[in-house]
């Protein structure tokens, strides 16, 4: 919900190291990409699969227009095609097959090394592990999303998968 988002921002926004937000919605209309803005996100996610190009090209220069980043999320190789020919800098592999919700990061393993070195690459989805984030390093992840492994972890394990991603 949007009001979480507002929430959300202004609790990072006291940080002594202010920290970026991402506004995880399906984003479909450009006013979704100004109240993101207007709400204090840095960044919108754009699922490739689930938008035609000229909704997604649209999306994307109302974002960079309004100084926000875009992560592009795939799921398969036209998905990455799609996502290059509209001039993405941040391509997300969403290791979750939404068919059946399963994750696999043999996905990520896939599809990251074909991303040109331009692109910041972020594996999403089915990290839960130092071991997970250590394996998204080493295909080419410049990144990972994190949700519910946040959600399921002790506390330490956060500083553990941050570390996992450092030491690739």
């Not at 920290?19 to 993101?36: G, N, S, T, Y």
């Not at 399963?102 to 331009?118: F, G, K, V, Y």
């Not at 592990?129 to 410049?142: K, Q, Y």
Request: a negative charge; glycine letters at 4%; charged letters at 25%.
């Amino acid at each position: 919900k949007l009001p979480d988002l507002w929430e959300v921002t202004d609790f990072l926004g006291t940080r002594s190291e202010p920290q970026p937000c991402l506004r995880k919605d399906f984003m479909i209309h450009p006013v979704q990409v100004v109240e993101a803005a207007e709400a204090g996100a840095r960044c919108i996610l754009l699922i490739v699969r689930a938008l035609d190009d000229a909704t997604m090209a649209d999306l994307y220069r109302c974002a960079t227009l309004a100084g926000l980043d875009s992560i592009f999320e795939i799921h398969h190789e036209a998905d990455l095609e799609r996502a290059l020919n509209t001039q993405a800098r941040i391509i997300g592999v969403n290791n979750r097959d939404l068919a059946n919700f399963t994750t696999n990061l043999a996905l990520s393993e896939r599809l990251i090394p074909q991303m040109p070195d331009h692109i910041t690459a972020i594996s999403e989805s089915g990290i839960f592990t130092p071991e997970d984030a250590a394996r998204a390093r080493a295909c080419g992840a410049d990144a990972i999303l994190v949700g519910q492994a946040l959600m399921e972890c002790p506390e330490n394990q956060l500083e553990n998968l941050v570390q996992a991603m450092r030491c690739g």
